[in-house]
């Protein structure tokens, strides 16, 4: 079956950085934009970042736009989200998405990972 598997989570203090990948598996994701978003306690699910399949269309939030870069390995199946300058407020669960064709903020994704906690304290 078709599984997104995040990793490289933790608990990090202010400052420092930290590299997420999400592995894909179960299908080809030739065509698939992936994403990542994240949700903290007691908020709603915001989007992060989002690659094309290509890499040549890159979408940021503004809160980590240039602190984070998104990036994919195709022949790896792997999405990599490295985060500098980490801040608390960065504190949450982050989750890689997959969706065919152009890459998104909103709207529905077709595939899920099951998150991958990061916590930073101050």
């Known amino acids: 079956q078709v599984q997104l598997v995040e990793s490289g989570g933790g608990l990090v203090q202010a400052g420092v950085s930290l590299r997420l990948s999400c592995v894909a598996s179960?299908?080809?994701?030739?065509?698939?934009?992936m994403h990542w978003f994240r949700q903290a306690p007691g908020k709603e699910r915001e989007f992060v970042a989002g690659?094309?399949?290509?890499?040549?269309?890159?979408n940021y939030a503004n809160s980590v736009k240039d602190r984070f870069t998104i990036s994919r390995d195709n022949a790896k199946n792997t999405v990599y989200l490295q985060m500098n300058s980490l801040k608390p407020e960065d504190t949450a669960v982050y989750y890689c998405?997959?969706?065919?064709?152009?890459?998104?903020?909103?709207?529905?994704?077709?595939?899920w990972g099951q998150g991958t906690q990061v916590t930073v304290s101050s």
């Open positions: 998405a997959a969706r065919y064709g152009a890459p998104a903020t909103k709207g529905s994704f077709d595939y």
């Open positions: 179960g299908r080809t994701f030739s065509g698939y934009a």
């Open positions: 690659i094309s399949w290509t890499g040549d269309i890159i």
